[in-house]
């Protein structure tokens, strides 16, 4: 069955720093794009962007560009998410998931995400 | 980018159907047959239900179907059941080159 399994839950203090990460089992980690996507407390879901673990090429959203960074070690089939400054505003469930890109005509488009990781939730609070 | 706007709720009775609505722009669900939709359940993680307009991933009821207008999208659920109370979410992928979801839609079955 193919996996991913996110690390536990955090509570950080504002201006902390934090990297939480998802690990992919049972499929060709480097073949697939991964993405993350936040909800915040009682709130809808918004896609932060993806990373393609074979050769890291990363895409962001522009809400959440310069404030969050999307990496990946391939060796370990382990996706990343990390804050340099967390806020209390970062307080959230945050996903990882499988997303599948197709390319047309020389262009990337992102279709869905087919497997996600059960969330790790961040509080931030002083 | 704006979010896809849903209906913030609605309900039906057990064997009834249901019709969620999810509409964008040009620039997103109307441009593109990359909408998908995703079921949530109180403490857990999204599931997909729907990719590209009308496809079910494997595993998924055919109790569940989605569709496209210009710039609408709509999942319908068939034959009603208990446990399809949840949370829909839709999604689309946009001339940006990102994706954006819906504000999301709970389901209440009476």
């Known amino acids: 069955e193919v996996q991913l399994v996110q690390s536990g839950a955090e509570v950080k203090k504002p201006g902390e720093s934090l990297k939480i990460s998802c690990k992919g089992s049972?499929?060709?980690?480097?073949?697939?794009?991964i993405g993350w996507v936040r909800q915040m407390p009682g709130k809808g879901l918004e896609w932060m962007g993806i990373i393609y673990p074979g050769d890291s090429d990363t895409r962001y959203s522009p809400s959440f560009q310069g404030q969050v960074t999307i990496s990946a070690d391939k060796s370990i089939s382990t996706a990343y998410l990390q804050w340099s400054s967390l806020k209390a505003s970062d307080t959230a469930v945050y996903y990882c998931?499988?997303?599948?890109?197709?390319?047309?005509?020389?262009?990337?488009?992102?279709?869905?995400?087919?497997?996600w990781g059960k969330g790790t939730t961040v509080t931030v609070s002083s | 980018q704006s979010a896809l706007t849903q209906p913030a709720s609605v309900s039906g009775s057990p064997g009834q159907s249901i019709t969620i609505s999810c509409t964008g722009t040009?620039?997103?669900?109307?441009?593109?047959?990359?909408v998908s939709w995703y079921q949530q359940h109180p403490g857990k993680a999204p599931q997909p239900m729907i990719y590209d307009v009308s496809n079910r991933p494997s595993g998924v009821s055919n109790r569940f179907s989605g569709s496209k207008s210009g710039n609408t999208a709509s999942l319908t659920i068939s034959g009603l059941q208990a446990e399809d109370e949840a949370d829909y979410y839709c999604?689309?992928?946009?001339?940006?080159?990102?994706?954006?979801f819906g504000g999301g839609t709970k389901l209440t079955v009476l």
């Open positions: 998931a499988r997303q599948r890109v197709t390319m047309v005509r020389g262009n990337y488009y992102y279709y869905y995400m087919d497997v």
């Open positions: 040009s620039s997103d669900v109307g441009g593109y047959n990359y």
């Open positions: 049972t499929y060709s980690f480097t073949g697939y794009w």
């Open positions: 999604s689309s992928y946009t001339s940006s080159s990102t994706v954006v």
